[in-house]
C-alpha cells in the first residue's frame, strides 16, 4: 500500500529490476544495514545514498535541523565503510545549496577517515527512468536542482 500510494510507478520498477536478476530488498535502514542479515557479511565495490532528508521541523533551530539531518548521514557512512570492499567507493548524491550545502558532508566522511576523490553535478537526464520523490509526498517529485554526487569516498589508505 505505502508504494503505490507514495510511488505510482514502484511495483512495475521493483518487477522490471527482478526480471533483471535483481535482488530487491525492502524496509532497509541505511544506519544500520552492516549489521543486519543479509548485508552482515556482504562486501560491495559500491555503496550509494541518493538524497537523504530527516525532515524540516518548524519549531527547531536551523543548527538543530542540520544535526537532524547530518545524523543519519554519519550513520550511513559508517556502515558503508564496513560493507565496501578495500579499494571500494561510497557514494552520496545530495542537493548542494542553502540549507543542505550546510550539511558539510565533507566533515562527515572526514569523521569516518573516508576521502572525498571526486565531486561532480547530478543531472536527472543521466539517470534514466529515476524520478525524485518525497518520502511521504503522495507520489510527488521534488527539485533536485542544484545537486552534486560526491564520489568516491574511499577508505583513506
Known amino acids: 500500500m505505502f508504494f503505490s500510494t507514495n510511488y505510482s510507478r514502484a511495483l512495475s520498477n521493483i518487477k522490471t529490476l527482478q526480471n533483471l536478476g535483481a535482488l530487491v530488498i525492502h ?3 541505511a544506519t544500520e544495514m552492516a549489521n543486519i542479515f543479509p ?3 556482504m562486501h560491495f565495490d559500491r555503496v550509494i545514498y541518493y538524497f537523504s532528508l530527516a525532515g524540516f521541523y518548524g519549531d527547531e533551530e536551523r543548527e538543530d535541523q542540520i544535526c537532524l539531518n547530518q545524523r543519519p548521514i554519519q550513520l550511513f557512512l559508517e556502515n558503508a ?3 565496501i570492499h578495500k579499494d571500494g567507493e561510497i557514494h552520496i548524491t545530495h542537493k548542494s545549496n542553502g540549507f543542505f550545502k550546510e550539511w558539510n558532508l565533507e566533515l562527515l ?3 569516518n577517515r573516508l576521502a572525498l576523490i571526486e565531486e561532480v553535478a547530478f543531472h ?3 539517470c534514466l527512468g ?3 520523490k518525497y518520502c511521504f509526498g503522495g507520489d510527488k517529485n521534488f527539485n533536485c536542482v542544484p545537486s552534486k554526487t560526491l564520489t568516491n569516498l574511499a577508505k583513506d589508505h
Open 27 to 29: 524496509k532497509v535502514d
Open 39 to 41: 548485508f552482515k557479511h
Open 81 to 83: 565503510k564496513k560493507m
Open 109 to 111: 566522511a572526514s569523521r
Open 124 to 126: 536527472l537526464r543521466d
Open 130 to 132: 529515476y524520478n525524485t
